[in-house]
Protein backbone atom coordinates (compact mmCIF):
# COMPACT_ATOMS: atom_id res chain seq x y z
CA UNK A 1 0.00 0.00 0.00
CA UNK A 2 1.05 3.71 -0.42
CA UNK A 3 0.52 7.25 -0.97
CA UNK A 4 0.67 8.87 -4.05
CA UNK A 5 2.25 11.69 -4.03
CA UNK A 6 1.57 14.62 -7.35
CA UNK A 7 4.45 14.56 -9.91
CA UNK A 8 6.37 17.68 -10.01
CA UNK A 9 8.08 16.95 -13.56
CA UNK A 10 7.22 19.36 -16.37
CA UNK A 11 6.67 17.90 -19.40
CA UNK A 12 5.26 18.91 -23.01
CA UNK A 13 1.81 18.22 -23.47
CA UNK A 14 0.24 17.54 -26.84
CA UNK A 15 -1.49 20.00 -28.72
CA UNK A 16 -5.22 19.68 -28.37
CA UNK A 17 -7.47 19.47 -31.90
CA UNK A 18 -11.02 18.75 -31.67
CA UNK A 19 -11.54 15.51 -34.09
CA UNK A 20 -13.92 14.96 -36.62
CA UNK A 21 -14.90 11.15 -37.46
CA UNK A 22 -17.22 9.70 -39.22
CA UNK A 23 -20.16 7.83 -37.75
CA UNK A 24 -23.33 5.88 -38.13
CA UNK A 25 -26.38 4.24 -35.89
CA UNK A 26 -26.63 1.24 -35.87
CA UNK A 27 -29.62 -0.78 -34.18
CA UNK A 28 -29.86 -4.57 -32.81
CA UNK A 29 -33.19 -5.85 -33.09
CA UNK A 30 -34.03 -8.86 -31.26
CA UNK A 31 -35.90 -10.95 -33.88
CA UNK A 32 -35.71 -14.49 -31.77
CA UNK A 33 -35.13 -15.75 -28.07
CA UNK A 34 -36.57 -14.54 -24.50
CA UNK A 35 -35.84 -10.51 -25.41
CA UNK A 36 -37.54 -10.92 -28.77
CA UNK A 37 -38.87 -7.30 -29.87
CA UNK A 38 -36.42 -5.77 -27.81
CA UNK A 39 -33.47 -3.03 -29.65
CA UNK A 40 -30.49 -1.45 -28.92
CA UNK A 41 -29.39 1.38 -30.56
CA UNK A 42 -25.33 2.06 -31.32
CA UNK A 43 -23.87 5.54 -32.04
CA UNK A 44 -20.57 5.73 -32.01
CA UNK A 45 -19.65 7.51 -29.52
CA UNK A 46 -19.78 5.30 -27.01
CA UNK A 47 -16.77 5.54 -24.67
CA UNK A 48 -15.69 1.95 -24.19
CA UNK A 49 -16.78 -1.53 -25.85
CA UNK A 50 -20.57 -2.29 -25.48
CA UNK A 51 -21.01 -5.45 -24.07
CA UNK A 52 -24.05 -7.90 -24.39
CA UNK A 53 -24.82 -10.97 -21.77
CA UNK A 54 -26.61 -11.35 -18.93
CA UNK A 55 -24.60 -9.86 -16.07
CA UNK A 56 -25.84 -6.30 -14.81
CA UNK A 57 -22.55 -4.98 -16.41
CA UNK A 58 -23.17 -5.40 -20.16
CA UNK A 59 -25.07 -2.51 -21.83
CA UNK A 60 -27.28 -4.97 -23.75
CA UNK A 61 -28.47 -7.18 -21.10
CA UNK A 62 -30.26 -10.28 -21.73
CA UNK A 63 -32.56 -12.95 -19.95
CA UNK A 64 -31.30 -15.77 -22.13
CA UNK A 65 -29.93 -18.92 -20.36
CA UNK A 66 -27.77 -19.95 -23.22
CA UNK A 67 -26.21 -16.59 -23.09
CA UNK A 68 -22.30 -16.29 -20.76
CA UNK A 69 -22.55 -13.07 -18.56
CA UNK A 70 -19.98 -11.49 -20.88
CA UNK A 71 -20.86 -13.06 -24.11
CA UNK A 72 -19.76 -10.96 -26.71
CA UNK A 73 -18.15 -6.92 -27.26
CA UNK A 74 -19.34 -4.80 -29.84
CA UNK A 75 -17.33 -1.82 -31.05
CA UNK A 76 -18.15 0.74 -33.78
CA UNK A 77 -15.47 2.31 -35.61
CA UNK A 78 -16.57 4.65 -37.98
CA UNK A 79 -19.34 3.14 -39.89
CA UNK A 80 -18.38 -0.40 -39.16
CA UNK A 81 -19.28 -2.40 -36.14
CA UNK A 82 -16.29 -4.98 -34.78
CA UNK A 83 -17.99 -7.94 -32.46
CA UNK A 84 -15.85 -9.83 -30.62
CA UNK A 85 -16.63 -13.12 -28.50
CA UNK A 86 -15.40 -13.21 -25.05
CA UNK A 87 -15.09 -16.59 -24.37
CA UNK A 88 -18.81 -17.51 -24.35
CA UNK A 89 -19.97 -20.91 -23.76
CA UNK A 90 -22.22 -21.16 -27.07
CA UNK A 91 -20.38 -18.89 -29.12
CA UNK A 92 -20.94 -16.15 -31.23
CA UNK A 93 -22.34 -16.76 -35.10
CA UNK A 94 -22.51 -14.18 -38.08
CA UNK A 95 -24.93 -15.34 -40.89
CA UNK A 96 -24.44 -18.89 -39.16
CA UNK A 97 -20.68 -18.87 -39.30
CA UNK A 98 -18.89 -18.80 -35.52
CA UNK A 99 -16.83 -16.12 -35.12
CA UNK A 100 -13.93 -14.86 -32.88
CA UNK A 101 -13.68 -11.39 -34.33
CA UNK A 102 -15.66 -9.96 -37.40
CA UNK A 103 -16.83 -6.66 -39.14
CA UNK A 104 -20.38 -5.65 -39.57
CA UNK A 105 -21.79 -3.36 -41.81
CA UNK A 106 -25.37 -3.51 -41.12
CA UNK A 107 -28.07 -6.02 -42.48
CA UNK A 108 -26.34 -9.26 -40.66
CA UNK A 109 -27.65 -11.75 -38.58
CA UNK A 110 -26.54 -12.47 -35.08
CA UNK A 111 -26.84 -15.25 -33.16
CA UNK A 112 -25.55 -15.35 -29.57
CA UNK A 113 -26.90 -18.47 -27.18
CA UNK A 114 -30.22 -18.94 -28.22
CA UNK A 115 -30.51 -15.20 -29.20
CA UNK A 116 -30.72 -13.62 -32.38
CA UNK A 117 -30.45 -10.13 -33.80
CA UNK A 118 -30.87 -8.31 -37.17
CA UNK A 119 -28.13 -5.98 -37.31
CA UNK A 120 -29.51 -2.54 -39.34
CA UNK A 121 -27.36 0.00 -40.00
CA UNK A 122 -28.91 3.87 -40.98
CA UNK A 123 -27.61 4.75 -44.18
CA UNK A 124 -27.19 8.83 -43.34
CA UNK A 125 -23.73 9.21 -42.93
CA UNK A 126 -22.63 11.52 -40.06
CA UNK A 127 -20.03 13.59 -38.41
CA UNK A 128 -19.24 13.57 -35.00
CA UNK A 129 -17.04 16.46 -32.97
CA UNK A 130 -14.74 14.32 -30.22
CA UNK A 131 -13.23 16.65 -27.58
CA UNK A 132 -10.08 18.37 -28.43
CA UNK A 133 -8.50 17.65 -25.05
CA UNK A 134 -5.50 14.80 -25.25
CA UNK A 135 -5.09 14.36 -21.75
CA UNK A 136 -7.08 13.56 -18.32
CA UNK A 137 -5.14 14.26 -15.71
CA UNK A 138 -1.71 12.65 -16.23
CA UNK A 139 -3.85 10.24 -19.04
CA UNK A 140 -2.11 10.95 -22.59
CA UNK A 141 -4.00 9.96 -25.95
CA UNK A 142 -5.32 11.47 -28.79
CA UNK A 143 -7.01 8.87 -30.81
CA UNK A 144 -10.36 8.39 -31.00
CA UNK A 145 -10.86 5.74 -28.51
CA UNK A 146 -9.57 8.27 -25.98
CA UNK A 147 -10.73 11.13 -27.09
CA UNK A 148 -14.63 9.29 -26.59
CA UNK A 149 -13.18 8.21 -23.22
CA UNK A 150 -12.90 11.48 -21.76
CA UNK A 151 -16.34 12.89 -21.48
CA UNK A 152 -17.16 9.56 -18.97
CA UNK A 153 -13.69 9.98 -16.93
CA UNK A 154 -14.74 13.95 -16.31
CA UNK A 155 -18.09 13.50 -15.13
CA UNK A 156 -16.96 10.20 -12.70
CA UNK A 157 -14.18 12.56 -11.30
CA UNK A 158 -17.02 14.94 -10.35
CA UNK A 159 -18.86 12.10 -8.35
CA UNK A 160 -17.99 10.13 -5.66
CA UNK A 161 -19.95 6.73 -6.62
CA UNK A 162 -17.41 3.96 -6.71
CA UNK A 163 -15.78 2.99 -10.08
CA UNK A 164 -14.35 -0.44 -11.58
CA UNK A 165 -11.33 0.28 -14.40
CA UNK A 166 -11.10 -2.58 -16.29
CA UNK A 167 -8.09 -3.47 -18.74
CA UNK A 168 -5.14 -5.46 -19.72
CA UNK A 169 -2.19 -4.78 -17.62
CA UNK A 170 -0.15 -2.45 -18.57
CA UNK A 171 -3.19 0.05 -20.36
CA UNK A 172 -2.45 3.16 -17.27
CA UNK A 173 -5.15 1.57 -14.85
CA UNK A 174 -3.89 3.11 -11.88
CA UNK A 175 -2.92 5.93 -13.61
CA UNK A 176 -6.25 6.77 -14.40
CA UNK A 177 -7.46 6.18 -11.11
CA UNK A 178 -4.79 8.65 -9.98
CA UNK A 179 -6.54 11.17 -12.15
CA UNK A 180 -9.77 10.58 -11.28
CA UNK A 181 -8.43 11.58 -7.51
CA UNK A 182 -6.78 14.61 -9.31
CA UNK A 183 -9.57 16.00 -11.26
CA UNK A 184 -12.33 15.52 -8.72
CA UNK A 185 -13.23 17.49 -5.42
CA UNK A 186 -11.25 15.15 -3.32
CA UNK A 187 -7.98 16.14 -4.83
CA UNK A 188 -6.74 17.56 -1.77
CA UNK A 189 -7.36 14.43 0.56
CA UNK A 190 -4.92 11.61 0.59
CA UNK A 191 -5.20 9.18 -2.67
CA UNK A 192 -4.09 5.36 -1.29
CA UNK A 193 -3.44 2.77 -3.58
CA UNK A 194 -3.98 -1.19 -2.20
CA UNK A 195 -1.88 -3.79 -4.54
CA UNK A 196 -4.19 -6.95 -3.67
CA UNK A 197 -1.57 -9.43 -5.16
CA UNK A 198 1.36 -7.80 -3.42
CA UNK A 199 0.45 -8.54 0.15
CA UNK A 200 0.83 -12.01 1.32
CA UNK A 201 -3.05 -13.61 2.41
CA UNK A 202 -2.26 -13.75 6.05
CA UNK A 203 -1.17 -10.44 6.50
CA UNK A 204 -3.94 -8.81 3.61
CA UNK A 205 -6.78 -8.58 6.50
CA UNK A 206 -4.88 -6.33 8.51
CA UNK A 207 -3.85 -4.51 5.85
CA UNK A 208 -7.25 -3.36 4.58
CA UNK A 209 -8.45 -2.95 8.09
CA UNK A 210 -6.02 -2.29 10.22
CA UNK A 211 -4.99 -3.87 13.91
CA UNK A 212 -5.04 -3.34 17.59
CA UNK A 213 -1.42 -4.06 19.74
CA UNK A 214 -1.29 -7.28 20.33
CA UNK A 215 -4.06 -8.86 17.74
CA UNK A 216 -1.96 -11.63 16.57
CA UNK A 217 1.52 -12.75 16.69
CA UNK A 218 3.45 -9.97 15.32
CA UNK A 219 1.40 -6.88 16.03
CA UNK A 220 3.51 -4.77 18.49
CA UNK A 221 2.22 -1.76 17.48
CA UNK A 222 -1.62 -0.22 16.85
CA UNK A 223 -1.11 0.15 12.70
CA UNK A 224 -4.33 2.37 10.73
CA UNK A 225 -5.83 -0.02 7.50
CA UNK A 226 -6.02 1.62 4.06
CA UNK A 227 -9.72 2.71 4.74
CA UNK A 228 -8.59 4.71 7.57
CA UNK A 229 -5.26 6.03 5.42
CA UNK A 230 -7.44 6.82 2.79
CA UNK A 231 -10.18 9.20 5.25
CA UNK A 232 -11.28 12.00 3.19
CA UNK A 233 -9.90 11.15 -0.23
CA UNK A 234 -9.43 8.08 -2.46
CA UNK A 235 -9.20 4.68 -1.93
CA UNK A 236 -7.37 2.32 -5.09
CA UNK A 237 -8.26 -1.48 -4.42
CA UNK A 238 -5.54 -2.55 -7.16
CA UNK A 239 -6.36 -5.64 -8.93
CA UNK A 240 -9.13 -6.61 -6.75
CA UNK A 241 -10.21 -9.37 -8.73
CA UNK A 242 -6.86 -11.16 -7.01
CA UNK A 243 -8.84 -10.70 -3.33
CA UNK A 244 -9.08 -13.62 -1.38
CA UNK A 245 -13.12 -14.91 -1.47
CA UNK A 246 -12.78 -14.68 2.34
CA UNK A 247 -11.96 -11.27 2.94
CA UNK A 248 -14.54 -10.15 0.25
CA UNK A 249 -17.49 -10.01 2.50
CA UNK A 250 -15.31 -7.64 5.24
CA UNK A 251 -14.61 -5.79 2.25
CA UNK A 252 -18.58 -5.35 1.03
CA UNK A 253 -19.26 -4.52 4.77
CA UNK A 254 -16.85 -1.42 4.81
CA UNK A 255 -18.10 -0.55 1.61
CA UNK A 256 -21.71 -0.45 2.38
CA UNK A 257 -21.17 0.89 5.64
CA UNK A 258 -18.20 2.79 5.97
CA UNK A 259 -17.68 1.48 9.21
CA UNK A 260 -14.07 0.26 10.19
CA UNK A 261 -13.47 -2.56 12.82
CA UNK A 262 -9.43 -2.95 13.44
CA UNK A 263 -8.33 -6.50 13.59
CA UNK A 264 -8.44 -7.37 17.36
CA UNK A 265 -10.49 -4.30 18.11
CA UNK A 266 -14.49 -3.41 19.34
CA UNK A 267 -14.68 -0.07 18.07
CA UNK A 268 -16.29 0.73 14.46
CA UNK A 269 -14.17 4.01 12.79
CA UNK A 270 -16.34 5.99 10.61
CA UNK A 271 -14.67 6.93 7.83
CA UNK A 272 -15.06 8.93 4.49
CA UNK A 273 -13.52 6.78 1.46
CA UNK A 274 -14.44 6.64 -2.37
CA UNK A 275 -13.32 3.28 -3.60
CA UNK A 276 -11.94 2.77 -6.72
CA UNK A 277 -11.09 -0.45 -8.42
CA UNK A 278 -9.07 -2.01 -10.62
CA UNK A 279 -8.52 -5.28 -12.30
CA UNK A 280 -6.83 -6.76 -15.37
CA UNK A 281 -9.70 -10.08 -14.83
CA UNK A 282 -12.95 -10.40 -16.21
CA UNK A 283 -14.77 -9.98 -12.75
CA UNK A 284 -18.02 -11.81 -14.34
CA UNK A 285 -16.31 -14.90 -15.09
CA UNK A 286 -14.26 -15.02 -11.92
CA UNK A 287 -18.38 -14.46 -10.67
CA UNK A 288 -19.38 -17.33 -12.75
CA UNK A 289 -16.40 -19.40 -11.29
CA UNK A 290 -17.22 -18.56 -7.76
CA UNK A 291 -14.23 -16.84 -7.00
CA UNK A 292 -15.34 -13.58 -6.60
CA UNK A 293 -18.87 -12.64 -4.76
CA UNK A 294 -21.82 -11.07 -7.13
CA UNK A 295 -22.75 -8.60 -4.24
CA UNK A 296 -19.47 -6.96 -3.82
CA UNK A 297 -19.05 -7.14 -7.92
CA UNK A 298 -22.56 -4.81 -7.91
CA UNK A 299 -21.41 -2.68 -5.25
CA UNK A 300 -18.08 -1.91 -6.78
CA UNK A 301 -19.34 -1.81 -10.47
CA UNK A 302 -21.85 1.45 -9.95
CA UNK A 303 -19.42 2.72 -12.36
CA UNK A 304 -17.39 0.87 -15.44
CA UNK A 305 -14.08 2.11 -18.06
CA UNK A 306 -12.74 0.14 -20.17
CA UNK A 307 -9.09 1.38 -21.16
CA UNK A 308 -8.40 0.12 -24.47
CA UNK A 309 -5.14 -1.72 -25.38
CA UNK A 310 -2.48 0.21 -26.87
CA UNK A 311 -2.84 -1.67 -30.16
CA UNK A 312 -6.51 -0.25 -30.40
CA UNK A 313 -5.31 3.23 -29.67
CA UNK A 314 -4.18 4.27 -33.62
CA UNK A 315 -2.11 7.62 -33.62
CA UNK A 316 -1.07 7.06 -29.69
CA UNK A 317 1.93 5.63 -29.72
CA UNK A 318 4.00 8.49 -31.35
CA UNK A 319 2.43 10.84 -28.90
CA UNK A 320 3.05 8.39 -25.85
CA UNK A 321 6.71 7.89 -26.78
CA UNK A 322 7.30 11.48 -27.77
CA UNK A 323 5.58 12.70 -23.95
CA UNK A 324 7.56 10.02 -21.83
CA UNK A 325 10.63 11.34 -24.02
CA UNK A 326 10.09 14.40 -23.25
CA UNK A 327 10.26 13.43 -19.61
CA UNK A 328 13.79 14.34 -19.56
CA UNK A 329 14.14 18.04 -20.14
CA UNK A 330 17.81 17.81 -21.50
CA UNK A 331 17.13 14.82 -24.17
CA UNK A 332 17.39 15.23 -27.82
CA UNK A 333 14.49 14.87 -29.80
CA UNK A 334 13.33 11.21 -30.80
CA UNK A 335 14.85 10.01 -33.52
CA UNK A 336 12.20 9.25 -36.59
CA UNK A 337 13.64 5.95 -37.20
CA UNK A 338 12.77 5.26 -33.51
CA UNK A 339 9.39 6.07 -33.72
CA UNK A 340 8.47 4.08 -37.19
CA UNK A 341 10.35 0.88 -35.13
CA UNK A 342 7.67 1.58 -31.98
CA UNK A 343 4.61 2.02 -34.53
CA UNK A 344 5.62 -1.32 -35.89
CA UNK A 345 4.91 -3.01 -33.00
CA UNK A 346 1.63 -5.10 -31.16
CA UNK A 347 2.86 -4.14 -27.68
CA UNK A 348 1.32 -6.37 -25.76
CA UNK A 349 2.41 -5.12 -22.55
CA UNK A 350 0.94 -2.04 -23.81
CA UNK A 351 1.86 1.78 -22.28
CA UNK A 352 3.82 0.50 -19.32
CA UNK A 353 5.59 -1.53 -22.07
CA UNK A 354 6.24 1.48 -24.41
CA UNK A 355 7.39 3.69 -21.56
CA UNK A 356 10.05 1.37 -20.63
CA UNK A 357 11.55 1.15 -23.85
CA UNK A 358 11.33 4.58 -24.78
CA UNK A 359 13.43 5.64 -21.43
CA UNK A 360 15.62 2.49 -22.05
CA UNK A 361 16.63 4.04 -25.55
CA UNK A 362 16.94 6.93 -23.91
CA UNK A 363 19.45 5.92 -21.40
CA UNK A 364 21.34 3.73 -23.76
CA UNK A 365 21.42 5.62 -26.93
CA UNK A 366 23.30 3.50 -29.62
CA UNK A 367 24.31 1.04 -26.98
CA UNK A 368 20.85 0.09 -27.39
CA UNK A 369 20.49 -1.58 -30.96
CA UNK A 370 23.51 -3.61 -29.73
CA UNK A 371 21.76 -5.66 -27.17
CA UNK A 372 18.61 -8.12 -27.78
CA UNK A 373 16.32 -6.48 -30.30
CA UNK A 374 14.38 -3.55 -29.37
CA UNK A 375 11.32 -5.00 -30.85
CA UNK A 376 9.89 -8.25 -32.09
CA UNK A 377 9.33 -7.86 -35.86
CA UNK A 378 7.96 -11.73 -35.89
CA UNK A 379 6.96 -14.89 -33.37
CA UNK A 380 10.09 -16.19 -33.86
CA UNK A 381 11.51 -13.05 -32.91
CA UNK A 382 9.61 -12.21 -29.61
CA UNK A 383 10.51 -15.98 -28.57
CA UNK A 384 13.68 -15.05 -28.86
CA UNK A 385 13.53 -11.52 -27.11
CA UNK A 386 11.68 -13.85 -24.29
CA UNK A 387 14.65 -16.18 -24.40
CA UNK A 388 13.66 -18.50 -20.88
CA UNK A 389 10.09 -17.92 -21.71
CA UNK A 390 9.90 -18.73 -25.38
CA UNK A 391 11.63 -22.23 -23.97
CA UNK A 392 8.91 -22.72 -21.81
CA UNK A 393 6.14 -21.87 -24.46
CA UNK A 394 8.17 -24.31 -26.89
CA UNK A 395 7.65 -27.41 -24.87
CA UNK A 396 3.86 -27.24 -25.17
CA UNK A 397 3.06 -27.76 -21.74
CA UNK A 398 -0.65 -27.15 -20.21
CA UNK A 399 -1.13 -23.66 -20.04
CA UNK A 400 -1.52 -24.00 -16.28
CA UNK A 401 2.16 -25.72 -15.91
CA UNK A 402 3.64 -22.91 -18.47
CA UNK A 403 2.22 -20.01 -16.50
CA UNK A 404 3.57 -21.56 -13.49
CA UNK A 405 6.78 -21.80 -14.67
CA UNK A 406 7.05 -18.38 -15.86
CA UNK A 407 6.17 -17.33 -12.22
CA UNK A 408 8.69 -19.05 -10.55
CA UNK A 409 10.88 -18.18 -13.25
CA UNK A 410 9.83 -14.30 -12.97
CA UNK A 411 10.28 -14.69 -9.05
CA UNK A 412 13.92 -16.20 -8.94
CA UNK A 413 15.34 -13.77 -11.16
CA UNK A 414 13.03 -10.57 -9.82
CA UNK A 415 14.74 -11.86 -5.96
CA UNK A 416 17.86 -12.32 -7.32
CA UNK A 417 18.09 -8.90 -8.56
CA UNK A 418 15.96 -6.31 -5.89
CA UNK A 419 18.71 -8.22 -3.49
CA UNK A 420 21.55 -7.28 -5.78
CA UNK A 421 20.76 -3.44 -5.77
CA UNK A 422 20.17 -3.26 -2.61
CA UNK A 423 23.62 -5.08 -1.46
CA UNK A 424 22.28 -8.11 0.04
CA UNK A 425 20.15 -6.22 2.40
CA UNK A 426 16.55 -8.29 3.21
CA UNK A 427 14.63 -5.60 4.90
CA UNK A 428 15.98 -2.74 2.08
CA UNK A 429 14.79 -5.17 -0.94
CA UNK A 430 11.67 -6.40 0.89
CA UNK A 431 10.17 -2.79 1.23
CA UNK A 432 11.69 -2.03 -2.75
CA UNK A 433 9.16 -4.85 -3.76
CA UNK A 434 6.74 -3.41 -1.81
CA UNK A 435 6.54 -6.77 0.41
CA UNK A 436 6.55 -7.43 3.82
CA UNK A 437 10.19 -8.64 5.15
CA UNK A 438 8.44 -12.19 6.39
CA UNK A 439 7.02 -12.77 2.89
CA UNK A 440 10.17 -11.91 1.41
CA UNK A 441 12.20 -14.73 3.45
CA UNK A 442 9.52 -16.87 2.83
CA UNK A 443 10.17 -16.70 -0.79
CA UNK A 444 14.23 -16.87 -0.80
CA UNK A 445 13.54 -19.88 1.06
CA UNK A 446 11.10 -21.65 -1.62
CA UNK A 447 13.93 -20.96 -4.25
CA UNK A 448 16.54 -21.51 -2.16
CA UNK A 449 15.29 -25.28 -1.83
CA UNK A 450 14.60 -25.77 -5.32
CA UNK A 451 18.43 -25.14 -5.98
CA UNK A 452 19.71 -27.16 -3.31
CA UNK A 453 20.81 -30.68 -4.92
CA UNK A 454 19.61 -33.69 -3.64
CA UNK A 455 21.80 -36.06 -2.31
Known sequence: MRKVQPSTVTITRP?????????????????????????FELDGLAPSRVLAGTSPACEIRLSDPLISRRHCAIEQTGRRLRIADLGSTNGTFVNGV??????????????????TFHVQKDPTAKTALLPARTMFGSVVGASEEMRKLYPLCERLAASSVPVIIEGETGTGK???AESLHAEGPRANGPYVVFDCTATPPDLMESAIFGHEKGAFTGA???????????????????EIGDLHINLQPKLLRVIQSMEVQRVGGARRRKVDVRVLAATRRDL????????????????LAVARIELPPLRRRRGDISLLAKYFWSENENALPIPTELLQRLEDYEW??????????????????????????????????LMAFSDPVGEIIHRLLPLAEARQEVIQLFEQRYL??????????????AAAAGVARRYFHLLRAKYAAKNTPHE
Do not use: C, K
Open 15 to 39: RSDSMHVETATFRLTVVSGPNQGQG
Open 348 to 381: PGNVRELRNVVLRHQALGDLARFERPLIADSPDA
Open 98 to 115: EIVEAWLDGGENLLVGGT
Open 284 to 299: DREVQAGRFRDDLYYR
Open 174 to 176: EVL
Open 220 to 238: TDTRAGVFEQADGGTLLLD
Open 416 to 429: EHILAVNDGNVTRA
